[in-house]
């Protein structure tokens, strides 16, 4: 039986499966700096580790990279496809103007690479019409948290992870339409006393922030559209009224999936039932890290290892969350939030007040969640009268 296979449906029935893009990187002890660009990188082994990449028999560029000391592997971002095809030609000058700098081996390291792998030759050993190159690890870094670069049916491209695309959907547009209507008595509530009042919404696993009105003395870290990943403590007002399923569904969410926290996540989210509301305390370092690592994980387009870092930070303001209001004693508040009760086939909205003055008695704070369920009631009544 023959085993001849077409090259050409060789090469389009593996271009189905998407692969990064790297640079191999090495200097050459006459060549100075080379590289070649593959997408044929693994990872092979962690204990000793080991990575692999494929070059061609045929290349150049490895035969002048494989007599050098140590090679890097950098990984491209998805926005050097320019560099990418700089370094895939076989010009000898292809380094020109390129900026990187020396690994701990001397290997090229690559600004602005997602990251960089630098090995010693393991084994080099010939498959066919390529080699399979196996680098013992000896150092190595992600230097840039973005999308990588892609290599897909002949084109470049970038990963989507698609639980996050904040792309339009009916919810999102019918919240929007709902929060107008409410607009002129968040924008009251905000002026009234001096506070930043905004909307939320939940859209799927999200928190979004579709209307605000910013009174308050300090400033609101966090855009209109803004999306916040519901991990508990935080959403609890969204789950007044679900079910099990969906109460399991939002403790799944956090990073500590024991059953510890999960009775402390519980017995948090039956304080916020019980009361109507949810209070956040204000702990500057806890929440300078909370809102660091959210505006990380939108610049980096929510990248899954950045979306870990916001569980991580947001679990950490379980200690804050719903504390015990004793008589006579002050408390700075981050933020307070109720619910707007609605029908159960709209949209679930929630109104947070944020920039609340510092050292609250306790009996102020009872008067300030008193207003906001009164606010969240009218508003309630408002979205109702424009349904009819």
């Known amino acids: 039986m023959s085993n001849a296979i077409d090259p050409a449906l060789f090469r389009e029935t593996l271009g189905h499966y998407p692969t990064g893009v790297a640079v191999v990187t090495a200097v050459a002890e006459e060549d100075g700096p080379v590289g070649m660009v593959v997408g ?17 028999v045929s290349s150049k560029s490895f035969a002048r990279l494989r ?9 491209l971002a998805a926005d050097q496809e320019p560099l990418c095809r700089r370094l895939a030609t076989s010009e000898a000058d292809k380094f020109d103007g390129v900026r990187w700098r020396p690994g701990p081996l001397g ?12 090995c010693t030759f393991d084994l080099v050993r010939e498959a066919g019409d390529h080699y399979v190159v196996l680098g013992l690890v000896h150092g190595l870094a992600v230097q840039r948290s973005t999308l990588p ?26 919240a929007a339409q709902l929060a107008e209507t409410i607009r002129s008595q968040v924008e009251d509530l905000s002026a009234e006393f001096a506070v930043n009042c905004s909307v939320l919404v939940k859209i799927g696993a999200d928190a979004v922030q579709v209307l605000a009105a910013n009174q308050g003395p300090v400033a609101e870290p966090f855009p209109l559209g803004h999306r916040q990943p519901i991990v508990p403590p ?14 399991n569904e939002w403790l799944r969410r956090a990073p500590d999936d024991s059953l510890d926290r999960r009775d402390l996540y519980r017995t948090l989210l039956d304080k916020v039932r019980e009361r109507g509301y949810s209070l956040l305390v204000a702990e500057p370092e806890l929440l300078q890290r909370h809102q660091a690592v959210l ?5 980096s387009h929510r990248l899954p290892r950045q979306e870990r870092a916001v569980r991580q930070a947001t679990a950490e303001l379980a200690d804050l969350f ?17 619910p707007v009760p ?25 008067f300030w969640t008193r207003r906001l369920r009164r606010v969240a009631a009218r508003a309630a009544a408002a979205m109702s009268g424009t349904l009819r």
């Open 67 to 75: 007599n050098a000391r140590a090679f890097a592997i950098n990984v």
């Open 295 to 299: 505006s990380a994980f939108e610049l």
């Open 40 to 56: 044929t990188f693994s990872s092979v082994s962690l204990d000793p580790p080991l990575i692999a990449f494929f070059p061609a």
């Open 342 to 366: 609605a029908r159960a086939d709209l949209p679930q909205l929630a109104i947070r007040v944020t920039g609340l003055p510092a050292a609250l008695p306790t009996e102020e704070i009872e």
């Open 149 to 174: 670069l892609l290599f897909f049916q002949g084109g470049y491209g970038q990963f989507s992870p698609g639980s996050f695309i904040a792309a339009p959907d009916p919810d999102l547009i019918q």
């Open 322 to 338: 719903c504390p015990d209001l004793v008589p006579g004693r002050r408390y700075d508040l981050a933020s307070i939030v109720v």
């Open 234 to 247: 935080l959403g609890a007002v969204f789950l007044m009224n679900s079910t099990p399923a969906e109460v």
């Open 107 to 118: 290997s090229p390291i690559l600004e602005d690479a997602v990251s960089w792998i630098e």
